[in-house]
């Protein structure tokens, strides 16, 4: 079936260090790659996306990649602050609104 | 423009009871999406509605049930609860169409004691 494998569970950074989380999905037929972030208590929020025509995409410190052979896209975080600690979730999706998420990284970024 | 918009925010129910829940779309989109977050199973898909029809359904019981309306303001139900139902239900629109960014509501905090 449908499956997002999302690792690693938690990662512990130092402020001003990258963050690195990867992802892996199994449906062939996935095109839409988002990522959410989640404060304690609060919606997911949307920090980026990419499509599958696309393999790389940049938002300042935030960056995305995608490998669509191996199935597989991460996230990337630069010059890590404390704001940045959250549980990021990644998502594959197609031409609706059904999303498969992964479980979640607990990000926490250390001043 | 405002977001999505999901009501009640937060409620107790016992077991065996039913609770509805409602979502408003952001204007102008037509696909309206519920997922179950808990801390144990994390984000779930539960059902989209696309033109009041739903279009993709995930593997919950039948006791999950949603509608649309013709404004695309969505409810979704959940009929004899048990214990397993506690959860976050939140509520997502979209455009619906190719490549269609997906926002979230703040969502409904359920309680089934």
């Known amino acids: 079936g449908e499956n997002v494998e999302q690792h690693p569970s938690t990662l512990s950074v130092q402020e001003g260090d990258s963050a690195v989380i990867k992802c892996t999905y199994s449906?062939?037929?996935?095109?839409?790659f988002p990522w959410y972030k989640q404060e304690l208590g609060k919606r997911p929020q949307l920090i980026i996306d990419?499509?599958?025509?696309?393999g790389e995409k940049k938002d300042q410190r935030i960056a995305v990649t995608l490998n669509k052979t191996a199935k597989h896209f991460s996230l990337h975080i630069t010059e890590t602050q404390p704001e940045d600690s959250a549980v990021y979730f990644c998502?594959?999706?197609?031409?609706?609104?059904?999303?498969?998420f992964g479980q979640g990284t607990t990000l926490q970024v250390k001043p | 423009k405002a977001g999505v918009t999901q009501t009640p925010r937060y409620l107790i129910k016992t077991r065996g009871q039913q609770v509805t829940l409602s979502c408003s779309p952001i204007?102008?989109?037509?696909?309206v999406s519920w997922y179950q977050q808990t801390p144990g199973q994390g984000l779930q898909f539960l059902f989209e509605?696309?033109?009041?029809?739903?279009?993709n359904k995930g593997n919950f019981p039948g006791r999950f049930s949603g509608r649309q309306f013709s404004n695309s303001r969505s409810e979704m139900n959940v009929s004899t609860l048990e214990l397993g139902d506690s959860a976050l239900y939140l509520c997502?629109?979209?455009?619906?169409?190719?490549?269609?960014?997906?926002?979230f509501g703040e969502g409904s905090w359920l309680t089934v004691v």
């Open positions: 997502a629109s979209s455009k619906g169409g190719s490549g269609n960014t997906i926002y």
């Open positions: 449906d062939s037929a996935s095109n839409y």
């Open positions: 990419i499509r599958s025509n696309v």
């Open positions: 998502a594959a999706g197609g031409n609706t609104g059904k999303l498969i």
């Open positions: 204007s102008g989109h037509r696909s």
């Open positions: 509605y696309f033109s009041e029809t739903q279009r």
